[in-house]
DNA sequence: TTGTAGGCGTTATCAT
DNA sequence: ATGATAACGCCTACAA
């Protein structure tokens, strides 16, 4: 059918082993023979089995990557860094979608081990810290945005809760003490963490905890348009929100632009990751840096010079957040 | 190093022959075996290596999809769409980002086709035509987002030209005659075609073009802004402005924010793709919605079609477009 | 500098 | 129902 290494060497009147050597640059090949190898490799349009080479070469220069959602501006960033590393060093990647569903995340997992993948890179929020565990001692695994309470799993992660009381702090110290939060999905660890950050704020500053300012969200737009319907029902209403990602702060504001209410006269507004819209929506929006960018590339850069090193690399990293202030949040003291 | 099929056969007590046919669950196998054979999978943790199983059945698998950049939220819905169709018929996807970059775009295509990828789906609007005809003969190519005058290339594209020209007659509806155009980067043919759209809409309303109301952009955020103070530094400036694609749009936008600049009440403005963004933005943005999503799942739909019923499916589709009025246009008439 | 033999992990084909 | 053998396209190791 297609053109192989065999063909070529018939054409170039030499051996496999000769075109081999031409075609990786490895070896000695006298001049003359090369130059005949070429000509014969580009007149037949030879192109190298490269399932052929990783099946006995043992390397298939390929990673996985499986995130809930490429078309979520977070993940996507993070899929563009990591696929920019991979190409600088030869290496392709295959991309995974699970719609945050644990089957799929299971399945694409399988897939990719099955793929000789030499590595996978996991956005995997619902998978079980044992069963990820286990899974490292098959194939290396970078766990990206969440922690894992094993040493051996190399780890890109943010400390959600310290940037959680941050963002929380900063509408304190604006004044605020009726502050609404907007909870992500519950099976999401950071959901958690970022939860608790919130209640530590608000603790430390001597403020009691009250149920019913909080709203149990799941990161989409459309949710947080529910969450100000919420918070306007209520007697008693916030005079801030700190909402646990930028997306929700996003539906916000954009339901209070259509319900006439002022943002950040009526409600201070604080979001989370600080994803590219949030600089763009009207009123642009205070947030906590989420170094996603970063993400991507640590998380390939340790992963690859892991490899390569073949001194599994203990490392995981805590990456730095920062408080980004716009024009969503206002001084009740002014 | 790893387990293999020999090793499972060895375990079972029976041939490579019967594992292979328990594992691909094809042929006869006595019922007691297929137990024993699984059973010793199951025990030593048996991954079949789909490198081997390809390099053999000469299948792989796999597709490659080749993009300008997955952050773009235009592209990241496209991947998205063609990611899910691929998952739900066990294709595999590898995913390259360009940037736009010829030289990368050319490496892709040539490391996918040596990866043996049964097809490429391919955004690259600079590879010029020719180049993708003798490509297409070598493998199946699905271009998408742009059109090449050449039958047996599977292409999925939308009447750019048509949906410029509706964008611009909705102005020219509200009764504005001096409509400056944000063009898109000259290598681009979209820019061109959309370009022809607004020219041709002013034509058939007999208002005379004016060079001095295009301003030469790139599709970015970043050039909207600036094409807004080239407008605004006009003698005669535009009541409207007819941006190529929503980024740009964006720009305007958050710049005019900046400047108390009052869209719609100043510009008018129409945008061009409806991405995500578009329906965030305060004020929202009218512009054309270019039905991405359907790009995506059309063009992998069309190509595994193609691909399994081995007779090469000569079709293209040209998609609708549509006028999605919000509020950043406004009558001249009121 | 070049070539030969063998094997990477799997399946197709043909026997039994 | 099961197995032996060869082959997929390539490279490693060794020999010439």
Redesign the interface.
């Known amino acids: 059918?297609s053109i192989t290494i065999r063909d070529v060497a018939k054409e170039a009147g030499v051996s496999t082993m000769t075109v081999s050597r031409v075609v990786n640059n490895k070896g000695q090949v006298a001049n003359e023979t090369r130059i005949r190898v070429e000509s014969a490799m580009k007149k037949l349009?030879y192109?190298?089995?490269?399932?052929?080479q990783?099946?006995v070469t043992?390397k298939?220069w390929t990673i996985g990557v499986i995130v809930p959602?490429?078309?979520n501006?977070f993940f996507?960033?993070l899929?563009?860094a990591g696929?920019?590393i991979c190409?600088e060093r030869g290496y392709?990647?295959?991309?995974?979608?699970t719609e945050g569903d644990l089957a799929?995340e299971r399945r694409y997992i399988?897939?990719?081990?099955?793929?000789?993948c030499e590595a996978i890179i996991l956005v995997a929020p619902r998978i079980d810290d044992f069963e990820l565990s286990e899974l490292n001692k098959?194939i290396p695994l970078v766990v990206v945005d969440r922690t894992v309470p094993f040493q051996d799993i190399v780890q890109v992660y943010l400390d959600n809760t310290r940037g959680a009381e941050v963002a929380t702090k900063h509408l304190l110290d604006l004044g605020h003490t009726r502050i609404g939060f907007v909870m992500g999905p519950e099976e999401v660890p950071n959901s958690h963490t970022r939860y608790e950050g919130y209640a530590q704020a608000l603790k430390q500053a001597g403020i009691p905890f009250t149920k019913e300012l909080v709203y149990q969200g799941d990161f989409i737009?459309e949710t947080g348009r529910k969450a100000l319907e919420y918070f306007e029902s209520l007697a008693i209403k916030p005079t801030a929100i700190f909402c646990s990602n930028d997306l929700m702060a996003?539906g916000i504001?954009?339901r209070a632009?259509e319900l006439d209410i002022k943002i950040p006269n009526q409600y201070s507004l604080v979001g989370f990751d600080n994803i590219?819209?949030s600089?763009?929506?009207?009123p642009r929006l205070t947030t906590i840096s989420y170094p996603i960018l970063e993400m991507g590339t640590k998380a390939i850069t340790l992963l690859l010079d892991s490899l390569l090193s073949e001194a599994k690399v203990q490392m995981s990293e805590n990456l730095e957040h920062n408080l980004i202030i716009r024009n969503s949040t206002r001084s009740l003291y002014d």
Chains 1, 2 share one sequence.
């Open positions: 059918m349009s192109i190298p089995n490269m399932n052929a990783n099946l043992n298939t959602d490429i078309a501006p996507a960033s899929v563009k696929e920019k190409n392709s990647m295959l991309i995974g979608n799929i399988s897939v990719y081990q099955s793929r000789m098959q737009v996003i504001i954009e632009n590219f819209l600089s763009l929506v009207n």
